[in-house]
């Protein structure tokens, strides 16, 4: 049984011309599954049984099995999700006043090993297939009923899960554009999705010129030195190798700004001379940063900057004309904010 979220609109016509379908029915089989939300070809009205029960003995609409949910005070629900081969992942929910966001992850596991990590401390498992990606999407929106009910209308989605984005990109790309099949309503266009990277640079040389949703690197240190020292992917794509493709981004993407993120960790990268390097190094990059609170998990050796050296750190470069907003973490209170995920609670 093929899974028919992880073919592509063009592969489809392919495949439904194997079928001796006519091409028609491709847009009519993506309406009632991305538009509609239905989750089996019986529920597809306006088919014959005939042609029902041939797309059901060939493909199936793939949905995780939801584990666990977990809601926190602040409206935030974290799913965790089992996977065919009962491996788990989880993906977050976070409402707010003017939008609905979903958090959702790439990987089992992730194996670039951020010290400051939960994700990566656990190591990596295997990469998220297509379907298993729009199946966060899905199983969410069956969820909170946003197929039905516009009000909990899925706006934006972040790449901020489980798991590096651009070390399963293929795979991503493909979630990506079929995510915007659902129409007016319930697609989700690349302007609403954000991808947060740790800096592949290999892989965001070929890609930027046709990247189309926003993008987010986690940079978290302003000197190599540093950043090595807490983020090893420093070793094989430097500092100096990811500034200049930020500011290849910009050329080719003049409109759009990318968003730095930075965990401040105390007595690490929070001081104000660490503050005038990062002022330094954004120097020509069209950008702004996002400062984050660290979000504490167990086993982990770190402690997080207080408010005050937050506010601080925002202050100089907010006073060098660097905008700087402070990320206010979601669902601390059931480790769903970022870098707490992992798939085993
Ligand atoms: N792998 C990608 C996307 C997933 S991580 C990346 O690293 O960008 C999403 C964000 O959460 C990243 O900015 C990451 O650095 C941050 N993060 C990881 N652990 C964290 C922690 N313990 N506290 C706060 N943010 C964390
Ligand atoms: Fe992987 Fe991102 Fe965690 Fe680093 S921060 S270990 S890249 S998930």
Known sequence: MKGILNFTQEQLVSQFNNLKFAKFRVQQVIDW????????????????????????????IYRPQISAIKKSIDGTIKFLLKLDDSLTIESVFIPEDHRNTICLSTQVGCAVGCKFCNTGYNGFKR??????????????????????????????????????????????????????????????????????????????????????????????????????????????????????????YNRLHPNKLITFEYILLNGINDNTGMAKQLIKILHGVKCKVNLIQFNSWKGDKFVGSDEQKIQNFRKILVSSGINATIRHSRGRDIMAACGQLQSSN
């Open 33 to 60: 599954i991305y538009s509609k939300g239905v989750t089996s070809f019986t529920q597809m009205t306006n088919f014959n049984g005939q042609t029902q029960g041939t797309l059901s003995n060939s493909y199936c």
């Open 127 to 248: 990469n998220l297939k297509p379907e298993e990606i729009i199946g966060q999407v899905f199983v969410i929106k069956d969820y909170v009923d946003s197929w039905k009910d516009r009000t909990k209308r899925i706006s934006n989605v972040v790449f901020m899960g489980m798991g590096e984005p651009l070390y399963n990109w293929n795979n991503v790309n493909i979630a990506m554009q079929n995510l915007k099949l659902g129409g007016e309503i319930q697609g989700l266009s690349p302007k609403r999705i954000t991808l947060s990277t740790s800096g592949i640079v290999s892989v965001l040389e070929k890609i930027i010129p046709t990247l189309e949703c926003n993008l987010a690197i986690s940079l978290h240190a302003p000197n190599s030195a540093t950043r090595s020292s807490i983020m090893p992917i420093n070793n094989l794509y430097n500092l100096e190798n990811l500034l200049t493709i930020c500011k290849a």
